[in-house]
């Protein structure tokens, strides 16, 4: 299981920091992702990070702003946010898949979710 954790409400240019804890089996294998969807409209990449904890891949509209880690030791994945923008409100979800193209937007599992949300 995928548990995100860590949205809120910010103000435009503060920054969070989202967690993915991740029970039931060792995910320290698998490529893990983070997407974000608004209502009503289709869930979009975020950024993913490679088992290797090296390698990781970025949607162009987050790409200098945010960050992705993960600490296998602990199970977690994070998504470090800063510069956030009213248009970075989203639900935000993690996903694991056990292998592909980092980039690639095809996940085996996925978390719930948790809402940032940015105000201006």
């Known amino acids: 299981q995928l548990q995100a954790s860590g949205g809120g409400l910010v103000q435009a240019g503060g920054s969070l920091r989202l967690s993915c804890a991740a029970s039931?089996?060792?995910?320290?294998?698998?490529?893990m992702g983070w997407f974000r969807q608004a209502p009503g409209k289709e869930r979009e990449f975020v950024a993913a990070?490679?088992?290797?904890?090296?390698?990781?891949c970025y949607a162009d509209s987050v790409k200098g702003r945010f960050t992705i880690s993960r600490d296998k030791a602990k199970n977690m994945v994070y998504l470090q946010m800063n510069s956030l923008k009213p248009e970075d409100t989203f639900v935000y979800y993690c996903?694991?898949?056990?292998?592909?193209?980092?980039?690639?937007?095809?996940?085996?599992?996925w978390g719930q979710g948790t809402q940032v949300t940015v105000s201006s």
């Open positions: 996903a694991a898949k056990t292998d592909g193209s980092t980039c690639g937007t095809l996940y085996d599992y």
């Open positions: 990070i490679r088992k290797s904890g090296i390698s990781a």
């Open positions: 039931g089996r060792n995910f320290n294998n698998y490529v």
